[in-house]
């Protein structure tokens, strides 16, 4: 694991859940707020995972016991923002600024194209940056005393790393999202389930990281074929007409239903033992 | 309606409930699984009941006490991949895999495109299939009993008959939908109703028939041309933007607000009495 | 304010809440039921209040303590249609037809287009036109009261100034509008917040407004670009896939992320105090 | 025709011509540029034609011998901009072009929105906005002295009013599109041809107008059933898949194809004289 | 090739040409001019071919020397229009005309939607149903006699089996369609060569179908798997964005490139020889 | 340039052309066939080149006399293929090669990607790959011996690296591409220009670079605002409606019109001088 050595994060391969990942943020003295270098690193380690056949579904979770992530590390961000801000042109300004949030929104991107599941165990502040980013995973879990909040509007701006996109699909619901979006105001653990932004609400983080973490090994003791094809699949399917779903999926599974996975997982049905499959 | 004789289905025009026909899947002795005559036969009977002028809305139910039905009947679908298997070319075998998908799906597709609105009683086991076909509906209806699960990872594939791409636009929620699908979990009528996969839970198998076919009966007791228009708009909507279905709807209305139903409708308002609607 | 003095709506900028602008049906003799007029009246009031730089924020509401409205005027609306129909090929009338169905929905969906955010209080009968209005606001608050109805399949017509390409995206869940749309039955105010129509319930309909207006005021106290921005990207990724909705976000932020709101609201929150905001 | 009085057009119905308007452009002492009010008076034009019965073709031509027009005058606009320039925020001023941007395209716009075709004789300079304009027509003609010319990078802008969207699928060719718009280089009648961005070319703005008011007149005289639903449908067709325009086809026509004109169009061709059709 | 006897047709397969289908449209006494039979039986002729391992291409052409078909048997049609034309409600006569309408579509995209391309060989009068016919195809040659022309809005309606979706999108030319579309023109093979309507143009309906039979046996010798997928790739991509196109080819492929059919090409290649491929 | 040392490609920036950055394949040993490496460093020189502020277009040509390049590097391809496949699950073998489609597609997208203007110079052979990456640049400029091919078919496999997606929205015409994609018939530089795949032929390698380097030089004059502007939203516009197009049109220029560079260049304008634009 020497490999995914990324400043501040850990990556951890959890000996009792096998092929499971379990990647945490990592600088909790500032609440795991982010400053470029850790997108930068979040992108480089889902694209490392997306392809490493030891990993069929991955945690993710944050260090510290206050904060998931409060979100974008303001402080950093504007003084960074000052700093190299010598352009006077708006149009150059414009190009530079899109540039940025193209390159920032990719790094989160990561973890909604990675081919392994991703299941984010959300906990204390889970601000801005923390709901676009659970918004890239596939299923969040959280702790009873999370805070989440789009937050954006309150720095005056409007959230642009994927929350305004994919939150609204996440719960399916447009008008509890404005509202959330338009006010910033925070909410909890209860009503991020109620919305169906949470799948359930654990009694503290280390419980929601155990959670998580089996819900991850039980996503990995499945045909990596069939689980992969299902993420790929779902992700195809939000952004197309179900007509368009149907023949994406015929074409995907023209070659996955010649898995050898089909037999293993019908044999071992039949037989009552765990299957085994070959690594992907 | 010796026209609607199809092995394994049995249909009926129930005589109290006027403009409806009842549909049920008929192979109780295996729980209903599907072989292939029977989404074929499925196709054939719901692109008939789409312009008999007899039906005006349409139950699907399971017969027995056990199960809606338990899906694919992987025993035949083994043998029968097994015994056709003759080709050795990857590429071959693909386009036969892709072939014999699409041919399955458009057998289940026909349930969405009939223009006729379909209410599904469900109860038991309602799994793999089950919830691809019930996807395809307009209403799902369940009893206390019933067991969902989108079975198909466990046998080592991603659900290619229509799940994946219906299921988080009938539920709106993709967190809920990667979960169940991800990990082929179970779940019962009281997930099912929180979630929003069904409308409304009944008591038994019993109960919730009754309750589809009072369901029907209520819509086709409406104008037909209204309550074909409205199925066919909603359908066209969500797969397209607000602004495409807002354009799709006024041409469509072009032609439907010239029906003399609706001062059928208007005058039996004034008069408190039911209306009758010619046939369509 | 002269300027908003519109027949059928009397139009408000609250002295105790800044930037709000307070929009009230009022034909409460009639039920508030909608005549061509009043529609047209509606278009051109949310037109001229989206770049109306005293307004922020905008409440919707009906006068009167019976309803919200009770639709389209069916009575009025068949006269002129007699009246005018000397048309007799079904063509031409389609063409008739056509246009004034586009006109109308344009009317309503002036209220989604605007650039400010829209909170509707709803109480008492909202039925038919009600529903396509309240998915047009944004953000949909009720009173115990309310009695909503998608009512069109009852006088023989499918629902086409909105509703049918609105609602499902503004609830998430396909099987209860098509119930909802199929039947025309009625449902109140506390399946209207289960299934996420509206966002909150209050007593009565006063409470309801000052409810309304209390949102309102909070999302005028924040910055306009941020807000603004924020509605629009909300609306755009409706409609498009997460990437196109990722893209036009960047492109759209490149400017709004220039604005001094941003410092402001920094400045504002270090030092505790509530910022202000230069006119848009 | 004193309802057609618009400052900078003049709009006649030429007797010789039945059912022909002729829109022209009437600024010749400053090359027919266009100020503020000649597009929203253009716009104005193209809504009024667009259902008045009395029209079922439209030309479109340029005062003068020089110039069809030469774009935007630049000198007004740069004044305009100037005076208004009070804002200092980079996002408001944004807020300010955007919406600029966005009406004046609507304006445009109307020429395609309009239901009847629209012909367009072009002659001299076409320049810049001529470009736009004539790509939002139906048919173009042009005299063997017309200069083309997307000039807009040359005045330090990317062509916001139309051509970059219009102007490769009038021609369907990138390659060359992309090489005039980022040059800024002109075209003549000649390359125009070839590259099918004109349909003929004649010898002189007369010629030019006489075959436009020709093949406008000879579009009249057919069904305005057929022609207006052909020119709806190809507009549709262009901006959605092949599937879509075939099932948006079957519900126009499910109406139009009730028509009496068929039967007058048939009719007429075994008696062999000229149909008449009923007003639209 | 007993299975492919259907009433106003003739299938071959020609000895000359492994692997070519030649279907001919065979009704000359009334200049190949389609009465419903026809358009059923060439769907089903062509679905049928779509999976005949026997086929790789196919050629289609009219018997006789005066028309590859006139079109519509229009004198058969308003008959049968007028026979059955029982129904008085527009919005019912709507829903009639509507299905017939997309059953028709139907039946000309199995050619576009047969899995072998299909090269079709025009001569004489080959007029609306004969473009709406073949802009399905993918190939098209024509014989110097050619009478083209979309002659709908000559019988007062628009065209709707096809021609307005799919021409477009074979010339790339929106200015030239709208003009024949909208005047109903004849053009000749000339014009067709120029706008790239056909390929080729040959001397006469003999010369044509030696070509087309020639082009479709080179087709034929190339690999199946290489050449269906290439026709499904370019159907798919015309109908997407380039981004969406890739990722379709990259999911298409994952099994096409696993095919024997590459080595034996290379190996051929190499070799100076002619590879064989299995059947598909 | 130092920063531009990437193996089998040459990169400088001519003096004497201000702001154009001209890249060579260099590989004429082997015809500049590609290898893995190859590609790589493509996409990497072009990821760089978007944001280098000293480029403002860039000229693409191929070293050598004979070929740009005749496509992929088959028999490194075959190898590097046979020694990696040890896997033997279809759907395993399946996934590595789409990953490995998708990697490659990248690489040659990122040419599209860029934000400047790519000018490709071809001649001699510029087959495969060569027309993958001559869609996906801006402008085709060709010698008269240029021979092309889409030569995938004749090695058993569909283009998968952007022609199929590309190439008929380059020439707008679906029956010449056809052809050519399932025939892989080569076609010289006379037919290209014909059908608009290039926009002009020179008499050899030498001249067609330096045609294409002044036409380089000359876009690299305008002001890049508006030339990037102008090249993204083209390729924007390819892949949408046209009433997308215009929104993000309207949305880009909001802060484009407020560069700098209008002003330039209206005062250049009328001061008949070169404009300079600031960096970007």
């Not at 920032?104 to 709901?131: M, N, Y």
Request: aromatic share 8%.
């Amino acid at each position: 694991m020497a490999d995914y050595s990324f400043e501040y994060f850990t990556v951890q391969f959890p000996t009792e859940h096998q092929y499971v990942a379990h990647v945490e943020i990592n600088r909790p003295e500032r609440l795991n707020a982010f400053i470029e270098v850790m997108w930068e690193n979040m992108g480089k380690i889902f694209n490392k995972l997306s392809t490493d056949p030891r990993v069929r579904a991955i945690v993710l979770s944050g260090a510290g016991e206050k904060a998931f992530t409060t979100g974008l590390d303001v402080k950093a961000a504007s003084e960074g923002l000052l700093s190299s801000d010598t352009k006077t042109d708006p149009a150059r300004k414009a190009v530079a600024f899109r540039r940025h949030v193209t390159t920032f929104q990719d790094c989160i991107t990561a973890v909604e194209r990675c081919e392994k599941p991703v299941v984010v165990a959300l906990h204390g502040f889970s601000l801005g940056l923390g709901i676009d980013l659970s918004t890239a995973t596939d299923v969040r879990l959280c702790a009873k005393d999370t805070r989440f909040g789009v937050k954006e509007v309150d720095i005056g701006l409007a959230a642009d790393i994927g929350t305004l996109s994919r939150l609204p699909k996440v719960v399916g619901n447009y008008g509890w999202v404005k509202e959330v979006a338009l006010t910033a105001r925070e909410f909890g653990a209860e009503e991020a389930l109620r919305v169906g932004f949470v799948n359930a609400v654990y009694d503290n983080r280390e419980a929601t990281i155990v959670a998580a973490l089996k819900l991850a090994a039980l996503i990995a003791s499945k045909s990596p074929v069939a689980v992969q094809g299902t993420k790929e699949i779902l992700n195809y399917s939000r952004d197309h007409s179900v007509q368009d779903g149907l023949r994406y999926t015929s074409v995907w599974n023209s070659a996955a239903l010649q898995t050898q996975d089909i037999s293993a997982a019908l044999l071992s049905g039949l037989q009552k033992r765990t299957p085994t499959f070959e690594k992907l």
